[in-house]
């Protein structure tokens, strides 16, 4: 079995830690996710796979994630128990961050052709502990080369107004 590094997301990459459009989904290879958690005492494993139609899993994907996942839940991995994740997170203070549900933990995680994007919420009893996002990294990192631009507001005349950063906000 290959060992894997988990590395903090940058802001950027947490973006794609939640579930995308299917605009989205087909720009970046978006191939599906996890969402897991471990029960009510948090020795449980309970994962459940949602496929993305937009992109085609071949069985070189379907080799790559099941590999993944099994690294992940093996004892002294994040995916092992809930207080394994607890403490997982907690030595990795860089990948916390203020997301969509609260506070969480982000990872990427990547192979040769593939990138996972993990998010962790061990501290949320009661909801899913975890997510896996799965990408064709050759699509995800054009798109987010692309999405670094952000998003130019011009005028009817085409004067340029303003610019957005990719994930920022407004209020009209």
């Known amino acids: 079995m290959r060992e894997y590094t988990l590395k903090p997301l940058t802001k950027a990459e947490r973006l794609y830690a939640?579930?995308?459009?299917?605009?989205?989904?087909?720009?970046?290879?978006?191939?599906?996710?996890?969402?897991?958690?471990?029960?009510?005492?948090?020795?449980?494993?309970?994962?459940?796979?949602?496929?993305?139609?937009?992109?085609?899993?071949?069985?070189?994907?379907?080799?790559d994630l099941a590999e993944i996942m099994e690294a992940l839940g093996e004892e002294g991995h994040?995916?092992?128990?809930?207080?394994?994740?607890?403490?997982?997170?907690?030595?990795?203070?860089?990948a916390h961050f203020?997301?969509?549900?609260?506070?969480?933990?982000?990872?990427?995680?990547?192979?040769?052709?593939y990138s996972y994007v993990v998010r962790m919420e061990p501290f949320h009893?009661?909801?899913?502990?975890?997510?896996?996002?799965?990408?064709?990294?050759?699509?995800?990192?054009n798109h987010m080369k692309k999405a670094s631009k952000g998003i130019n507001f011009i005028s009817s005349s085409y004067k340029p107004l303003f610019n957005l950063e990719d994930g920022d906000s407004i209020i009209i």
Do not use: I
């Open 18 to 63: 939640y579930k995308q459009s299917q605009q989205l989904a087909g720009q970046t290879g978006f191939y599906g996710y996890y969402h897991g958690d471990f029960g009510k005492h948090g020795d449980d494993y309970n994962a459940v796979w949602f496929n993305n139609n937009a992109h085609d899993m071949t069985d070189a994907f379907r080799s």
């Open 78 to 94: 994040p995916f092992y128990n809930r207080s394994t994740m607890e403490e997982f997170c907690r030595t990795n203070p860089d």
């Open 98 to 113: 203020k997301g969509a549900f609260g506070y969480e933990y982000g990872f990427r995680l990547k192979t040769k052709h």
């Open 125 to 141: 009893l009661g909801e899913y502990d975890f997510y896996v996002f799965a990408y064709e990294t050759r699509w995800l990192e």
